[in-house]
T-cell receptor, first 115, second 116 residues
Framework: DGGITQSPKYLFRKEGQNVTLSCEQNLNHDAMYWYRQDPGQGLRLIYYSQIVNDFQKGDIAEGYSVSREKKESFPLTVTSAQKNPTAFYLC??????????????FGDGTRLSIL | AQKVTQAQTEISVVEKEDVTLDCVYETRDTTYYLFWYKQPPSGELVFLIRRNSFDEQNEISGRYSWNFQKSTSSFNFTITASQVVDSAVYFCALSGIQTGANNLFFGTGTRLTVIP
């Protein structure tokens, strides 16, 4: 089945540690996104990518990094510079590069907690 | 600036009741898109509907209907004869062409609980 796979489902980070969240899609979508969701809040955009080897910062990119070496993969690294990383992280993708009018398809999310 | 307001934080209804989820938006764009997503307890967001700013026709899909009114900047979502499986958090979202073209602005969501 086509879809977006995020792993792991749960992740724990120690202080000062970088962790990487995986996002893979087999929908052949051009655009991919990372969002952060905090309790009682909507989703906030961290990074997005419209094409391989290109990505742009979203509203809350500080403390995060991404790469887009393959069309189907868009991993997110939460660095030690992100002081409040505990949140639910959602990866999404959409067809085409006209981002605003395309519905996004979401993965099941990764819940990151601090040890 | 783009903004989406979902004033209803939580709603509880008894099964088979109708329920309307409100969404009010702000944008300076003349061309924009509105979306509704459902987030069940499993976590993933499920796309429900997209509506562009030039199409004010209401839409019905089974038990779901949407009322788009540009005059009041609202895009409300009604579930008729609610079912327990409708229990979820529902997000309204906005995306504009001229500004924030690469951004989808989400409301804070409305948690709907359908009581059997």
């Amino acid at each position: 089945d086509g879809g977006i796979t995020q792993s792991p489902k749960y992740l724990f980070r120690k202080e000062g540690q970088n962790v990487t969240l995986s996002c893979e899609q087999n929908l052949n979508h051009d655009a991919m996104y990372w969002y952060r969701q905090d309790p009682g809040q909507g989703l906030r955009l961290i990074y997005y990518s419209q094409i391989v080897n290109d990505f742009q910062k979203g509203d809350i990119a500080e403390g995060y990094s991404v790469s887009r070496e393959k069309k189907e993969s868009f991993p997110l690294t939460v660095t030690s510079a992100q002081k409040n990383p505990t949140a639910f992280y959602l990866c999404a993708s959409s067809i085409g590069r006209q981002l605003s009018n395309q519905p996004q398809h979401f993965g099941d999310g990764t819940r990151l907690s601090i040890l | 600036a783009q903004k989406v307001t979902q004033a209803q934080t939580e709603i509880s209804v008894v099964e088979k009741e109708d329920v309307t989820l409100d969404c009010v938006y702000e944008t300076r764009d003349t061309t924009y898109y509105l979306f509704w997503y459902k987030q069940p307890p499993s976590g993933e967001l499920v796309f429900l509907i997209r509506r562009n700013s030039f199409d004010e026709q209401n839409e019905i899909s089974g038990r779901y209907s949407w009322n788009f009114q540009k005059s009041t900047s609202s895009f409300n979502f009604t579930i008729t004869a609610s079912q327990v499986v409708d229990s979820a958090v529902y997000f309204c979202a906005l995306s504009g062409i001229q500004t924030g073209a690469n951004n989808l602005f989400f409301g804070t969501g409305t948690r709907l609980t359908v009581i059997p």
